[in-house]
């Protein structure tokens, strides 16, 4: 992939005291289905690697295999293949219950191994003395669903995660056809949990998203497949992410609006299926804090009761360990500016939201 030089504004920044301490640039899009694009600030032509903002994409496989229906696979058990989960009880019953329901078990899964995001279930592992397993990675509900999915179409669930595996290519095939792009290998990465991840622009991004959530451009087959992700996900915020998490809180408050997920490196994403559109935000330093502060904003602009459910992230209060207000996070001048210009769409050809 050739590297593009951009110059993106800063969208975030950090106040201690009368100064700014600091300050993180960045890229926004957010699109209509037919890829219009309703904002677009900083270069949103610019390749990025989505990371796990498309969970739900790489899921889709899942449905549409008939996996799912064969192994009786319930919301929970969607709704954790979309996942990046805290690692706590709850996310571990659910990537069981989805192994043992397709004849897995967690040995298969090639995900690697790391501690698990949930400081009480960190805290509870070592406790017992135990040390994390690959069911503890955030990553593991996706790759249960990568097994079944394997398993379901009758090829080699060795090796599912290479990029050359039948399961990954048709991954690869669904997001080139959602967002409009051709996913090259030559702009191939590695993810965390070793799959592959293909770079490709923002916008591209915003539209696969709005086509999520609109159903538009999608085959009704394909529209009908998001539309059961997605409401799994709504009816399961906590498996999504965990308690206390960006994604979790939004989808909690504003379940059937605002279906969001989050990726490594300051990527975040939505739908927003009574709007009809799609969000991609990318932060240049990677930082999570400023991409969930600009889209708590987003959301606030956008999405009736949002500023209600996410008045907290909306104050940008950073407090020190004695819990003492000591530094705030705000919008920049440019990212102002580009609120105060956004319009809320016309809700009323977006498709419905689902339940």
Known sequence: MTEVMHDN???????????????????????AADGRLLLALGDVARPIFPRSAVKA????PLIESGAADAFGLGRPELAIACASHSGDAVHLTAVRELLAKAGLNESQLACGVHWPMSERASRELTRAGQSP????????????????????RGLDPSDYERPEHGVQEEIRRIISEICGVELEREEM????????????????LARGFARLASGKGLSPTRAAAAR?????????????AGEGRFDTIVMRGLAGSVFVKGGAEGVHCAALPELGIGIAVKIDDGTKRAAETVFALLLAK????????????????IRNWR???VAELRASPALNAALAALSRPNAASAAPAPR
């Open 302 to 317: 956008l999405v009736v009761g949002a500023d209600q459910v996410l008045a907290g992230e909306l104050q940008g209060e």
């Open 133 to 152: 397993t690959a069911i503890h990675n955030n990553c593991s509900g996706k790759h249960a669903g990568m097994l079944a999915t394997a398993l379901h």
């Open 189 to 204: 990465g590695i993810d965390g949990c070793s799959v592959p991840t293909f770079a490709f622009p923002l916008a591209a």
């Open 323 to 325: 819990g003492f207000k």
């Open 9 to 31: 504004p800063i969208l975030i920044e950090m106040t201690r005291g009368s100064l700014v301490e600091s300050s993180h640039c960045g890229a926004i899009a957010v699109a």
């Open 228 to 240: 059961r992700l997605m409401a799994a996900c709504f009816a399961n915020p906590v498996l999504v």
């Open 57 to 60: 994409l790489q899921a889709i």
